[in-house]
């Protein structure tokens, strides 16, 4: 999964053997959490799913809504960080939306079960935990209005950004699109029609 990566830092056997294992416990936790809903799901149930013990789990995780705060904050982290990094790489405005619709459109394709998790259970976080996803979509947005400010400096902000929600709820519709076709056929199909709500050209050479 894009959004669930160990953490960095000095590797012995025994940290990635547990980096290794609060993986799994989040990869578990995603598919459970997207079928059965959060309240649906017992930390026995996380602890069966990734191969350990329920209170092999609290050796990772202080509890359930730990790791459904983990899951959460962590895409949102790395949406952030990841569309600031295309964005750096990018020389115009324009070709970093492109940039930044195959940026998040690989992020939806490869983690369906993480945006249905989003979609369903946000509220089940902490009040903390909540206010941090918040913000850190808040910042995403605001990446990808300054960008369609740019592209289209006539438009107000506030109809820039209503054109932001748009093209994430036509990128993150992967877990139903993928229930119906591969993701080389969605793929092309999402990223062309996300194009088309920001009103950006597809790149030169390439229609």
Avoid: C
Avoid at 94 to 123: E, K, M, T, W, Y
Avoid at 155 to 179: C, D, K, W, Y
């Amino acid at each position: 999964m894009a959004t669930i990566a160990p953490s960095t830092g000095p590797s012995t056997p025994r940290s990635r053997a547990k980096a290794d294992r609060r993986l799994a416990l989040l990869e578990a936790a995603a598919g459970l959490f997207a079928r059965s809903g959060f309240n649906g799901v017992s930390i026995e149930d996380l602890g069966a799913a990734a191969g350990v013990s329920g209170p092999a789990v609290y050796r990772h995780f202080s509890g359930k809504q730990a790791v459904l705060a983990a899951l959460l904050v962590g895409a949102s982290a790395d949406l952030v960080a990841g569309g600031r990094t295309v964005v750096a790489t990018e020389p115009d405005a324009a070709a970093a939306l492109r940039s930044l619709v195959r940026f998040h459109l690989a992020f939806a394709l490869a983690n369906p079960d993480v945006i249905r998790v989003q979609d369903r259970d946000l509220d089940s976080l902490a009040d903390t935990e909540r206010h941090e996803v918040r913000a850190l979509q808040r910042a995403y947005v605001e990446l990808w209005v300054r960008l369609l400010g740019s592209v289209h400096p006539a438009v107000e902000a506030q109809l820039l950004r209503i054109r932001a929600q748009a093209t994430f709820g036509l990128l993150n519709s992967t877990p139903h699109s993928m229930q119906a076709s591969s993701a080389r056929t969605v793929r092309p199909v999402l990223e062309e029609m996300a194009l088309a709500a920001l009103g950006v050209p597809v790149a030169p050479g390439t229609a």
